[in-house]
């Protein structure tokens, strides 16, 4: 898969295009798996995902259903991408939250990557460990992407998810 067809799908997440204000982009899908600081929650994560470009940053926030919330962030400019292999974006931190309050960000070494498992779907996949801490935190997330037309070159692509 080349970087010309998941383009409108890094538009949807917010990585196609450059990021002067905030956006943020709640996806719908199937959360297959959320770890915070080594605690399963997987059973109990939600079907939402929400992605948020800030400037330079980008954050993947998935929830699970007792409140507690994981972001996976990092800067935009440092996302790789190339036509040989799925978009990855390094991360440089994650915040662990419950019932809505965040407990601080947590230095962190990991990465996002984006993938296409099968037709129309798109796979979000985020593991990052704190060093000093011994901790694990990852999230899988696949969504139902989709497009329309490709977009002519040099202009905004246009998606939707479900």
Known sequence: MTLRTLAPV???????????????????????????????LSDSCKGV????????????????????????????????????????????????????AAQGPVLAVGACRFSTPEPGKTAITCEATAPGQNATYAGTFVTQARTTAAAPEGSAASGAAK
């Open 10 to 40: 890094l538009l949807l997440l917010g990585l196609a295009a450059p990021a002067a204000a905030q956006t943020a982009v709640k996806l719908e899908g199937t959360c297959e798996k959320l770890v915070i600081a080594g605690q399963d």
């Open 49 to 100: 995902l929400t992605n948020t470009v800030a400037r330079n940053l980008t954050s993947f926030d998935f929830a699970a259903e007792d409140g507690q919330t994981l972001s996976f962030g990092g800067s935009g400019a440092q996302q790789e991408r190339t036509e040989e292999t799925d978009p990855l974006q390094p991360i440089s931190r994650v915040v662990p939250g419950k019932g809505g």
